[in-house]
């Protein structure tokens, strides 16, 4: 008879779900027969978008829709020259 246990299989990886068979060394080999049930996202994924639906509702609160300034307008304002080697000012 065979024996089925709940596995999620990550990156060429069994993770035991719930009870591993009991007799399974780490040093011995199995064999066994995969049957997907699902496909499960990607856990990296799933917090990385939770992250950044975070961080956009964030920034919808803040005050977004204030003027920003003419970027030339801007540079210009900001920019600090300094003199170049060799010429006079």
Do not use: C, F
Not at 7 to 22: M, T, V, Y
């Amino acid at each position: 008879m065979l024996n089925s246990y709940e596995a999620i299989l990550q990156d060429n990886r069994i993770e035991w779900s719930g009870n591993s068979p009991p007799d399974l060394k780490p040093d011995r080999a199995v064999r066994v027969q995969v049957t997907l049930l699902d496909t499960l996202p990607s856990r990296a994924v799933t917090s990385q978008g939770h992250l950044m639906a975070a961080a956009l509702e964030r920034l919808a609160a803040t005050n977004g829709s204030r003027e920003l300034p003419d970027g030339v307008t801007w540079e210009r304002e900001i920019r600090q020259d300094r003199p170049l080697p060799g010429r006079d000012a």
